[in-house]
């Protein structure tokens, strides 16, 4: 079973700053199968990137992900103030979904 | 546009059962898997299980095999979780979301499930 954890578990930035998220397997898994997903309080999660690098539909460019293996990185370029919210990422195997333990991105 | 729209909030007592729904529209339900995740209070994200509506083959994760029932009709384009014995711990907001192979491209709004002597 893949693991995916998650860091920082809370990154304290401000608007307009620069946020890089982390994301790493347990062992390596495709790039293909790997998503990234935004939650805001009271909301249900939005899906940002899949196949780790591609954004999902009305996504703006200041989101970007890379990685490849075991190590996989959500950034958002300049912060917005509606982009302080819970990331997850996410990986498709063997019929199994995994969502790692989340990165809360809060205001400094 | 495609939307998934769950069932209203419910609260039980130990030991009820209860069954959860997702209704989708504006795209064809029969040809896309949907999944169930839970979130328990202040908590992350986890897989329950998915169907295909197409012909309702169900895929449960481990941690829920036995635990919940995913079941789907066709005919009204909808997707149930269902409990037969809800335990306190089964507390929690439920989603369900459309997949796209390997990853949740439309989510429901939630469903929250209050389980309360």
């Keep these: ?34 998503a990234w997903y935004q939650q ?4 249900a999660p939005r899906l940002l990137m899949y196949a780790a690098s591609s ?6 460019d200041r989101f970007s992900g890379s990685g490849s293996g075991t190590d996989f990185t959500l950034t958002i370029s ?11 990422c996410q990986h498709y195997g063997s ?4 969502f790692g333990q989340g990165t809360k991105l809060e205001i400094k | 546009e495609v939307q998934l729209v769950q069932s209203g909030a419910e609260v039980k007592k130990p030991g009820e059962s209860l069954k959860i729904s997702c209704k989708g529209s504006g795209y064809s339900f029969t040809s896309y898997w949907i999944g169930w995740v839970r979130q328990m209070p202040g908590k992350g994200l986890e897989w329950m299980g998915i169907i ?12 829920f095999q036995g635990q919940v ?13 269902q409990w037969s014995s809800l335990k306190a711990s089964d507390t929690a907001m439920y989603y369900c979301a459309r997949l796209t192979g390997s990853d949740f491209d439309y989510w429901g709004q939630g ?3 209050t389980v309360s002597s």
């Design chain 2, 52 to 63: 295909y509506p197409g012909d309702s083959d169900t895929r449960y994760s481990p941690s």
């Design chain 1, 95 to 98: 019929s199994q979904y995994t």
């Design chain 1, 1 to 34: 079973e893949i693991v995916l954890t998650q860091s920082p578990g809370t990154l304290s930035l401000s608007p307009g700053e620069r946020a890089t998220l982390s994301c790493r397997a347990s062992q390596s898994v495709s790039s293909s199968y790997l």
């Design chain 1, 78 to 88: 300049r912060l917005e103030p509606e982009d302080f919210a819970v990331y997850y």
């Design chain 1, 55 to 60: 954004r999902a539909t009305g996504i703006p």
């Design chain 2, 111 to 113: 469903t929250l499930v």
């Design chain 1, 40 to 43: 805001k309080p009271g909301q």
């Design chain 2, 69 to 81: 029932t995913i079941s789907a009709d066709k005919s009204i384009s909808t997707a149930y979780l």
